[in-house]
C-alpha cells in the first residue's frame, strides 16, 4: 500500500468518526480498525450496548459516499468502563444535562413526567401551565405538542416573547393574524384532511384582514369561532393553541388577549394552553371581567416542586436523573454520583429540574477533569458556585419592566442575611407589599426559594413566609465568609422552631 493510499484511507477513517460523533452528539469518539480477511472494518469505541449507537451505526452508514472504503464496514467495540466519569456515556450526559438537548434519536422530553402532567395536559380543556423557571413548561408542551399530532390532532404553538414589545390593539391584531395564517398552514401541510374540506384560502385571508386592519376586533372573533369550527369539522378533531411565555406580555394586555383568544376557540372546539411564571401571569382582570378565570374558564397545572416539601421534590429530581442515566445503560444513580453529593445537588437547586440537571452535567464536567470515578461533593460544590451569573442574567431577560428593582432587592437581601444577620435566609410578612411581591418574582427566578409558607415567629395572627437565598449568591465567586447554611435539623423538613429563629426583613426596605 502507497503512502498515498494510507493518509488516505486514514483521512476517510477521521471522516467518517467525526459523522458517527455527530450524530451521537459529541465532538470525538475513539477508533480503530480491525483485518478481517482482506476486508478493513472501523470499530468505534464506545463503553454500553445501547439503542442510542445502534442508530448511529446506521444513521452513518447512510450518509458515507460510495468511495469511502468503510462503507459496510463499520462496527462496534465495547471498553467496559468502570469509573462512569471517565466513559463516552458521562461526555454525553453532560452534554444532555448542561444543554438539554437530544442525543441522537432520544430527547429531554421523552422522560416521564412526576405527575403524568404531560397525560393532563393533552386533554380537551383551556389549562394554565404555571411554574418557576427552569421547572420544564417549554418541555410539556413541546411534549404534549407532539403527542397531540401523532394522535392527528391540530397544533398551534406561538411564542409570546416575539411580542413582548407590543400591546393592547397591536398585540391582539399580531397574535390573531400568526395564530390564524399558522392554522391555515396546519391544514394545507395535513395528509389527514380531505382535499378542499379544511378552510385554508379563508384562513389566510382573514390572517391578512385582521393584521391589515379592515376587521374590527369585535366582529374579528366570531368569524374566526366560525373558521375553527370548519377546521375542526375537516380534521374530526379539536384545535390546541399553545402559548409559551405568556407572562413575557404585557401585563395589562393579558387578560384581554386572553379573552379574544377564548372568544374563538369556545364552542368550536378550540382549546388553549398557556404557560408561564405564576407571579407575572395575569389570565384574569376582575375588574373588567375578561380573560381565563380559574377554576371555571381554565385549569390550572403547577409544575412546581418546592423546598417546602423537600421530600417530594428529592423524589421528582431521582426520577429524572434515573431518566436521563438509563438513556446511557446506567441502572443505578450511585454508579455515578455518591449518596451526599445527589442530596446536595437537590437542595442546592430547590427542586428546579434544569437548575438540578445542569449542575449535574457541570459537576460531571469536574469530575471527568479530576480523574474521579464518580461525582463527590467537591464536583457539585464547584458546580453550584458557577450558577450565578447564570441566573443573574436570566432575571434580566425574564422581568425586563421590574429588573431595577428586583436587583436592589438582591443587593438589600445579600447585606441583610449574608452580611448582617450571617444566614442564609430571611421571613417576609404574609401581606401585600411592594417586598414581598418583588421576593416572589425572585422566586420564580431562583433567586430564593421558599421553605416554609405558614411562621408565626411572635404571636397568632402575624404570619410569615420562610424563605431561602439561593447557593449561587454566597458560593463561589460571591462566596461570603462565615454564613451559616439553614438546613434541616434531620436532613429532611424544617421543624417550626428552627424557621421561628430566622430574621425577619425590614418592613418598607425597597421605600426606603
Same mark, same amino acid.
Given at each position: 500500500?502507497?503512502? $498515498? ?128 423557571? @427552569? ?36 398585540? $391582539? ?160 444513580? @450511585? ?75 438582591? @443587593? ?48 397568632? @395572627?402575624?404570619?410569615?413566609?420562610? $424563605?431561602?437565598?439561593? $447557593? ?41
Amino acid at each position: 500500500m502507497s503512502a $498515498y493510499e494510507t493518509q488516505t484511507d486514514v483521512d476517510w477513517a477521521r471522516e467518517t468518526a467525526e459523522a458517527f460523533a455527530r450524530v451521537i452528539g459529541t465532538t470525538h469518539v475513539p477508533y480503530t480498525t480491525e483485518d478481517v480477511g482482506d476486508r478493513t472494518f472501523l470499530k468505534f469505541e464506545v463503553g454500553r450496548n445501547l439503542r442510542l449507537y445502534d442508530h448511529a451505526l446506521r444513521t452513518t452508514q447512510k450518509s458515507l459516499a460510495e468511495e469511502n472504503p468503510f462503507r459496510g464496514l463499520l462496527g462496534l467495540t465495547y471498553r467496559d468502563e468502570r469509573r462512569f466519569a471517565q466513559s463516552l456515556e458521562a461526555e454525553l450526559q453532560t452534554i444532555m444535562a448542561r444543554e438539554a438537548r437530544p442525543i441522537g434519536p432520544l430527547s429531554v422530553s421523552d422522560l416521564p413526567f412526576q405527575n403524568r402532567e404531560d397525560q393532563k395536559v393533552i386533554q380537551p380543556a383551556n389549562q394554565l401551565i404555571v411554574g418557576r423557571r @427552569g421547572v420544564g413548561k417549554s418541555t410539556l408542551i413541546a411534549k404534549a405538542a407532539r403527542l397531540l399530532e401523532s394522535a392527528n390532532k391540530v397544533c398551534v404553538f406561538l411564542n409570546m416573547e416575539q411580542y413582548s414589545e407590543l400591546s393592547g390593539d397591536s398585540l $391582539y391584531r399580531e397574535v390573531l393574524r400568526d395564530f390564524s395564517r399558522n392554522l391555515a398552514d396546519k391544514g394545507a401541510l395535513s395528509h389527514c384532511v380531505p382535499s378542499g374540506t379544511f378552510p385554508v384560502d379563508l384562513l389566510r385571508s382573514f390572517s391578512e384582514d385582521v393584521a391589515a386592519p379592515r376587521t374590527e376586533l369585535a366582529r374579528a372573533i366570531p368569524d374566526l369561532n366560525r373558521l375553527i369550527e370548519r377546521s375542526c369539522a375537516a380534521t374530526g378533531s379539536e384545535v390546541f393553541l399553545f402559548l409559551d411565555d405568556y407572562d413575557a406580555l404585557d401585563e395589562a394586555s393579558q387578560p384581554e388577549l386572553l379573552d379574544l383568544l377564548h372568544g374563538a376557540m369556545k364552542g368550536a372546539g378550540g382549546w388553549l394552553k398557556v404557560a408561564g411564571f405564576r407571579t407575572r401571569l395575569k389570565p384574569y382582570d376582575p375588574g373588567t371581567r375578561k380573560g381565563l378565570q380559574r377554576p371555571d374558564d381554565a385549569q390550572e397545572i403547577s409544575l412546581d416542586f418546592t423546598l417546602v416539601d423537600p421530600e417530594t421534590a428529592e423524589k421528582h429530581l431521582r426520577a429524572i436523573l434515573e431518566g436521563f442515566l438509563s438513556i446511557v445503560g446506567v441502572e443505578s444513580i @450511585g454508579q455515578v454520583i455518591h449518596e451526599p453529593a445527589f442530596r446536595r445537588l437537590v437542595w442546592a437547586n430547590a427542586g428546579v429540574p434544569r437548575d438540578f440537571l445542569q449542575a449535574f452535567g457541570n459537576s460531571l464536567k469536574h469530575a471527568r477533569r479530576a480523574g474521579r470515578a464518580k461525582i463527590t461533593l467537591t464536583d457539585v460544590n464547584l458546580s453550584i458556585g458557577e450558577s450565578g451569573q447564570h441566573k443573574m442574567d436570566d432575571m434580566e431577560q425574564d422581568a425586563r419592566n421590574e429588573k431595577n428593582v428586583l436587583k436592589r432587592l438582591v @443587593g438589600i437581601l445579600e447585606t441583610f442575611c449574608l452580611e448582617k444577620s450571617k444566614v442564609n435566609a430571611f421571613l417576609v410578612r404574609s401581606e401585600q407589599s411592594d417586598e414581598r411581591r418583588a421576593v416572589e418574582v425572585l422566586s420564580d427566578l431562583r433567586l430564593v426559594h421558599l421553605i416554609h409558607q405558614t411562621i408565626t415567629p411572635h404571636r397568632a @395572627g402575624e404570619r410569615y413566609e420562610a $424563605y431561602l437565598l439561593d $447557593y449561587s449568591l454566597f458560593t463561589g465567586l460571591r462566596r461570603r465568609p462565615n454564613v451559616k447554611e439553614l438546613l434541616p435539623a434531620d436532613g429532611r423538613q424544617f421543624k417550626a422552631k428552627e424557621l421561628r429563629k430566622i430574621p425577619e426583613l425590614p418592613r418598607g426596605v425597597l421605600s426606603s
